[in-house]
């Protein structure tokens, strides 16, 4: 039995008072029925960790450098994020691959370089409006997918939480149906089973892409979809929380 992963994805958003207000309305109030992860800014991240010390909220980075150490202006290496008590890392968000350039060779390298840290990797994929519309979306997942895949070993694709997020719902308050996103997951699932039918069946695959509480409830039914990685409405903790509560038992 998978248990549901209601993630926040903060972005380049939040201030110390907003960090302190948000996490301690979101320690009050999170279920025990679910698993709960917060993505702060990394400057934020420290305080997150002190703010939800004793609690079972999990804390991750939005992004990591491939590298373990060196000469890498600006960056975090996965180990650093372990060092101050995260225990997750977004990798492959479709910000960072569309605005930042990132390759599916350079997933694949931070999805290892967070498993050799023992960093859970929340590894982002999905298509553009444009793949959906010329029916694409398969071939363009399968490539994504399967470009970290190849790299992993059954092992550590058990370590790895995916989260399919269509570009076109990001941001956009455009949710994809509840039928569109599981046959999406449920084509994910196939080629994670094709790596390794048993350890398939375990690995969670979030839905991302305008999550609401009015949508949640409906994604989160779905056979294939395992949890969410919310955006904006993590920004809010009634919204947050209100997803978080809109999982059935
Ligand atoms: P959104 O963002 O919920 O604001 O669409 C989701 C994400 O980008 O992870």
């Known amino acids: 039995m998978r248990r549901i992963l209601v993630a926040g994805n903060w972005k380049m ?3 110390q008072a907003m960090v302190s207000s948000l996490l301690s309305d979101i320690v009050a109030g999170s ?3 679910v698993d709960v ?3 702060p800014p990394a400057v934020y991240l420290s305080q997150a960790i002190a703010a939800l010390q004793n609690t079972s909220i999990a804390v991750g980075g939005q992004n990591i450098n491939a590298n373990v150490s060196g000469a890498y202006t600006g960056e975090i290496a996965a180990n650093m994020l372990v060092d101050i008590g995260c225990s997750m890392a977004l990798v492959g968000h479709s910000e960072r691959r569309t605005l930042f350039g990132e390759t599916d060779q350079d997933v694949l390298a931070k999805v290892q370089a967070a498993l050799a840290a023992q960093l859970t990797p929340v590894i982002c994929i999905g298509e553009t409006l444009e793949e959906r519309e010329q029916g ?3 071939q363009v997942i399968a490539n994504q997918v399967n470009a970290v895949l190849e790299g992993l070993s059954s092992d550590q694709l058990a370590k790895c939480v995916w989260a399919y997020e269509p570009v076109w719902a990001i941001g956009t308050g455009k949710t994809a149906t509840p039928d569109q996103a599981q046959q999406v997951h449920q084509f994910v699932r196939q080629l994670l089973a094709a790596k390794d039918a048993e350890v398939a069946q375990k ?3 979030l839905y ?3 999550v609401n509480p009015q949508s949640a409830a409906d994604l989160f039914a779905q056979a294939d979809i395992d949890g969410g990685l919310v ?3 993590s920004l809010k903790a009634e919204q947050f929380l209100a997803i978080c509560n809109s999982v059935n038992e």
């Open 37 to 39: 992860a917060v993505f």
């Open 136 to 138: 694409t979306t398969e």
């Open 13 to 15: 958003n939040a201030n």
């Open 31 to 33: 279920p025990d029925k």
């Open 208 to 210: 991302g892409g305008s």
């Open 203 to 205: 690995v969670r695959i």
């Open 231 to 233: 955006g904006g409405a």
